[in-house]
């Protein structure tokens, strides 16, 4: 099969860019969101940004899923891809508990920044390309 890479490399260069845009803007997003949440602020759970977000992390996924079919990764083989979408499962559940489910202000607080701190994770193993990220060099 001929490698997508070399005859569009146009198009890997404009999804690696979406990608990293959309993450850029839903971990600031999210961040705001969580923010808003600890200073018991009404704003974060309004609908326009709920959909906001819901709009930055569909684009996100997609944008990722295309680059993981152009640059035909394997999760088992490349393990730090196969991290990362786990952690991916992890940052959306710890970030709804974070933001809403949680019972108490307190346990949201701690949610939101364990949330925080996996996206980070996330961020590190995405750039190294490796599943220990930062930690790997
Ligand atoms: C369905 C979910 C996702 C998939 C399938 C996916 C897939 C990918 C793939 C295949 C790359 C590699 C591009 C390359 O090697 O040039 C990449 C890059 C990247 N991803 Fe994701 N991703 C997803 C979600 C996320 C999330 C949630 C974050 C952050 C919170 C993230 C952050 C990044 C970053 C920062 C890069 C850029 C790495 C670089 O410039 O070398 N991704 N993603």
Redesign the pocket.
């Known amino acids: 099969m001929t490698n997508p890479l070399e005859y569009a490399p146009w198009l890997y260069r404009a999804t ?1 860019t979406l ?2 845009s959309a ?1 850029t803007l839903s ?1 600031a997003l999210f961040t705001a969101r969580g923010l808003g949440v600890a200073w018991r602020q009404a704003w974060p759970m309004q609908a326009r940004w709920r959909w906001l977000s819901v709009a930055l992390d569909t684009v ?2 997609a944008a ?2 295309t ?2 079919g152009l ?1 035909q ?1 394997n999760p088992t083989r490349d393990t730090w ?1 196969g991290v ?2 786990v952690l ?1 499962l992890v ?1 959306i559940v710890l970030g709804s508990y974070g933001l809403k489910r949680a019972k108490t202000h307190r346990a949201r607080l701690l949610f939101f920044v364990a949330a925080l701190a996996t ?1 980070l994770t ?2 590190s193993i ?2 190294a ?1 490796h599943p220990l990220g930062w930690l790997a060099s």
């Open positions: 690696l990608h990293v993450v971990v996100l996924m990722g899923l680059l993981w640059l990764f891809l990362k979408l991916l940052y996206a996330i961020i995405a750039l390309h």
